[in-house]
């Protein structure tokens, strides 16, 4: 194993130290194994050494908001731990090891030590300055993620209220409607008996465009015969709801003369009040349910951390990227019987969002998305699969890493699959991508919850 002072002069960090200084360091510092996962440094705890990076990777990381936030990631000649110490004040975050790593911790003593040189000072604040600017900026937006989420929240409140209100609504009218056509055809004086006679149709048949074009523009013709005003308005919905030439035909065929126009104008108005009554339930349910979406999709108002189904939240993102996916074959493959993990459900559905927004990404021209899940011993994993044309060797190797994307200028941060590696990584779970000219698949591994269920294997 090299020496303390072998591994300093090969940091350009430490390189240019006069020996003697160097040599002082090194006498009280020693070299140290970090095994994966093991946290170093303790948010608020006493500020006592700052560590040099050699080998592995360390994760910074501050409580926000209820949950843990990545600051950034300590490499190979980096150091941390050296704010709290010039600050001479508790830790502000705490870092831990992403991987096995070995790295130089050097006390506080030997830190004073190194401030003696002009050298070190000048590129400790310039880290320093770097770090701060990117805290700052990261802790700003997790701040307004926090202050969304409540106006969310708030609107979902408020929204649910008058989609509760139209559904009701749209029930009463549905009755009204029911109750005004029975007091018509009571009403309807003259022609009580043809009018209480009439019925509607059994329902509209499956029709082609084409057939649907050749009926509407048969009901059309006839209501112009007729001297109805405005027949294209009504039309549709009459075909709609199943009426033909032969029928209304019949249904206004022994009207007086002058009432006809008015019976099958009735009779169109009828339909067309049915439609709207059907297309008004139908956006109160989506919208509801669009609520119910949102709220279980962003899991508001709830602890940080639940035990989840992986694949309630698939569903509930492959609802809100319907648009997405309108040309793209969806197959789903759940068990009945998939284990729950122990996790941020907010954080986990970005994790899913990101994955079938690049899947349908690399689809533009329609393909099959294959969302598959399953036990595998103690942990869940879940697979998206996209039909694309494949991800290349030499992205494919870097395509966690922030700030890398293949997109276009303005269309891509290069954040989103580091952001996935890093939720999933938070909750000691595993991603992995696989990828040929057939597809991609990325495959996630997801730590059961404590006690949940056999862990013998799905």
């Known amino acids: 194993m090299s020496s303390i002072a072998e591994i300093l002069r090969g940091l350009p960090y430490f390189a240019d130290l006069p020996g003697q200084l160097l040599e002082k360091v090194c006498d009280s510092s020693e070299q140290i194994n970090i095994p994966k996962g093991r946290v170093i440094i303790e948010e608020g705890s006493d500020s006592e050494e700052m560590y040099v990076v050699v080998e592995g990777e360390l994760a910074v990381t501050k409580h ?7 600051l950034g990631r300590i490499g190979p000649g980096d150091v941390v731990g050296e704010i709290a110490l010039l600050d001479q004040a508790p830790r502000t975050a705490t870092v831990s090891a992403l991987t096995d790593t ?7 003593a030997a830190f004073e030590d ?4 002009s050298r070190v000072v000048r590129r400790m604040f310039r880290t320093v300055t770097s770090r701060l600017r990117g805290i700052e900026d ?8 926090a202050a969304l989420g409540k106006m969310a929240a708030q609107l979902m409140h408020e929204l649910n209220n008058p989609a509760a209100a139209v559904a009701r609504t749209t029930q009463e009218l549905a009755r009204l ?11 309807a004086g003259a022609i009580r008996e043809k009018v209480a006679g009439i019925s509607n149709p059994d329902g509209p048949v499956h029709l082609t ?19 109805v005003e405005d027949p294209w308005d009504i039309a549709p919905a009459m075909v709609d709801a199943g009426w033909t030439h032969s029928s209304l035909s019949d249904a206004v065929a022994e009207a007086p003369g002058d009432l006809k126009p008015h019976l099958a104008r009735w009779i169109g108005l009828s339909a067309a009040t049915d439609q709207v009554v059907d297309e008004l339930a139908i956006g109160a349910r989506r919208i509801s349910e669009l609520v119910r979406v949102v709220k279980e999709y962003s899991f508001l108002d709830r602890a940080p951390i639940q035990e989840i189904l992986p694949t309630a939240g698939i569903q509930d993102t492959l609802i809100l990227l319907k648009h997405k996916l309108r040309n793209v074959d969806l197959v789903l493959d759940f068990p009945d019987d998939l284990h729950l993990v122990e996790a941020p459900g907010r954080d986990l559905n970005q994790v899913w969002t990101n994955l079938i927004d690049n ?4 689809m533009p021209e329609g393909g099959t998305l294959h969302v598959a899940a399953r036990n595998e011993n103690d942990h869940v994993v879940v697979e998206v699969t996209d039909s694309g044309i494949g991800i290349p060797d030499d992205v494919a190797k870097r395509i966690f890493d922030p ?7 303005g269309k891509g941060t290069g954040l989103g699959l580091h952001t996935v590696h890093t939720i999933i990584g938070r909750v000691g779970g595993e991603i992995s991508v696989t990828s040929d000219s057939s597809g991609t698949t990325f495959t996630v591994r997801l730590p059961v919850a404590a006690g949940t269920g056999s862990r013998d294997g799905g």
Not at 114 to 117: G, T, V
């Open 64 to 70: 926000s908001g209820g949950k843990d936030v990545e």
């Open 102 to 108: 070995h790295a130089i911790r050097i006390p506080v």
């Open 114 to 117: 190194l401030l003696s040189d």
């Open 138 to 145: 990261t802790l700003r937006y997790e701040e307004r993620m």
């Open 177 to 187: 409607q029911s109750d005004l056509g029975r007091e018509t055809s009571i009403l």
């Open 209 to 227: 465009a084409l057939e649907r074009g050749d009926a509407e523009t048969a009901i059309v013709s006839l209501l112009s015969e007729l001297g």
């Open 359 to 362: 899947a349908a990404d690399a």
């Open 403 to 409: 700030f890398y994307t293949t997109k276009e200028p």
